[in-house]
Each structure stands twice: as structure tokens, then as C-alpha cells.
């Protein structure tokens, strides 16, 4: 019996005269779509150019996780565990994403933490698994990004761990990054107007295709939705973007209910347990994927009114906050830019 492998998923042609790309990867859904508008005038944006820089990017997404998945035994995070406290030459890309990382670790004063894998393991949101006190107590001391160290630009890319017990887990930041990738290739490939959805991670450019009768119209802006915490059914407002990336963290993404009280994914790395917060979601709306998945975790912790605060002075992003009543707030920059679609929650 021959044992083929499957085939690559194809891209479709969409309603909207866009072709699109979907597929598995880093355990979620990712869809791709992109449409004939060129990002300079001697660009290639016929269907089959359109499909290949799809495939590319799939080939792409492919080649990420081959290497910083945590998981596969011969990741560079993989690789980086068992060489513990030694470093590891890894690909320039893992040296990239862990340093730009370990910037977002210190500028949020160590609330998002790229070693939280060390405790994360410990929980089971699927099953409903709690973590015992003493297993906590026993992890958090080896909970902290300071313990990784990567080598400078410019040199040789290598990746240490220096305490063998940390365990290095880039799944809060890594889709950001790829995400940022991908539109990238996309530009170079001469794509000018595309939609990319990396499992929550939505990444924008060129603005809404226009219609036949609006061509020389200046670019509509995507109108991205985000999702209600309370009816994962509804959204609670829709956003405007031209060209952007947009990301949310929530509670409710993964939370399970045990003994009567609520447990959610998003932990506190001072003590190993769900973040007390009185933030339903925090949505950051910024140039770059990775600055919203470095700093959505961060305000979803800090609590909506130092949430706020804190957005307003880093420069190039902005936020949205929906609290546990149900109350929605966002950033100056977004004047204008949302559409809240249901009535607060009292």
C-alpha cells in the first residue's frame, strides 16, 4: 500500500475578486486572502502570481513553526532546552523574534514574560486541570525572561536558556511576528491589498477592495470586528483600519469553570494564577502585528483605566478596552475609528 502524502491546500476564488489561502498551522486556523491591486505599477497580480505568493507564505508558516515551536524536537526552542544553560546556534529569524521579544518583556515591567512556559505547562485549560500550590511554588522561581539570553545583531544568531527548569514558550508573541512576515513577502511579491487572519491575529493593507464603479477612489478601510467577551456569538464594536494589524486579548478565549470559580488562560507571572483584572478584553490596534500581541497580554493585566494610560504613551499604538461590565474605552487615536454595535452591559 502507498502511503502519499496529502496534498497542500489550494486557494479559491472569492465573491470579492480576491483568491484565498486556508490552512492549519501553530494549532489554529490561518486564512489568507489577498486581491489584484498592485503594490507598484509593474506588479504581477494576475490569479496564478496571486497563488503563488500564497503558497509562499504557507511554505512560510510551514518553516516558522519548524522552528519555534516548542514542541517539535527539533525546534530551536527545542534544541535551546536541551543545550541548557549552553547556547545554541538557532536561524536568524528565532534570534530575531526572541530579542525583539525580550524588548516587550522589560517595557511591560515583566508582566508579559517569555518564560511563562515554565508555568503554563502546569495547567490544563482543556481538560480543567489546576496546578497544585506546591507545583507553582516550585515553578515560579525559574519564571523569568532575564534567564534568556540571545546573541547581538549582527553576530552569529545563538539562543541560550540559562536555567535549565525555564521553559521558553513564544506562543504570545510568535504569530505577531510571522504575521509581520508575511505581509512582508506579500509587498515584495508586489501584493498591495490583503487580509490575513493568523488565529485572531489580523493583519490588514490596502484598504477594503473597492467595486468597479468606486476605481480611483481613495482605499475604504476594513471594518474589523471585535468579538463581545460575554456572546462570542456578537461583536461589541467594529474598528476601521486601512492598513494595520489588529489583536485581542480576552479572558474568555480559554477559561473553564471549576469549584464555582472561572479560570482564564492569561497568568500573572508573580504567582502562577489567572490574572485578577477588571478587563474583559483588551484589543491593540497598531502598524505591526508583533506590537499587538507584545502589549495586548500587558493591558488586559494592568486593569481598564491604567490599561488606557498606558497605551496613550507608547507611541504607534492604540487600544480598546471592554471591562467586566461590559463598558467600552479606547484610545485618542482611535476617535472616529469605532463603531460600537451593542449597549454596555450593567
Known sequence: MSHQKPRPPAPVGCSDGGRELAFTAFDTE??????????????????AALDAALATCRMRCAYFEGILSRTRPESDIARAHRAAPRPVPVAPETAEVVRLALGYCERSRGLFDITMGTVTSLWDFHAGRVPTALALARALPHVDYRLVE??????????????????LDLGGIAKGYIAD?????????????????????????????????????????????????????????????VDGSVVTSGARERSFVKGGRVYHHILDPASGMPAQSDVASATVVADRSLDCDGYSTTLFMLGAQEALAFAEGVSGIEALIVDDRGRLSWTSGLAGRVHASVQPRR
Open 181 to 241: 512576515d508575511l505581509a512582508a513577502l506579500l509587498e515584495r511579491a508586489g501584493v498591495g491589498c490583503f487580509a490575513l487572519n493568523l488565529g485572531g491575529n489580523v493583519m490588514l493593507r490596502g484598504g477594503r477592495p473597492p467595486r468597479a464603479d468606486d476605481a480611483g477612489a481613495a482605499p475604504l478601510p476594513w471594518r474589523t470586528g471585535i468579538a463581545d467577551p460575554f456572546d462570542a456569538a456578537r461583536f461589541c464594536a467594529v474598528v476601521d483600519v
Open 30 to 47: 490561518v486564512r489568507l486572502r489577498v486581491y489584484p491591486a498592485p503594490a507598484r505599477p509593474d506588479a504581477d497580480v494576475s490569479p
Open 150 to 167: 540571545v546573541s547581538p545583531p549582527g553576530t552569529a544568531p545563538t539562543l541560550a536558556i540559562g536555567d535549565p527548569e525555564t521553559v
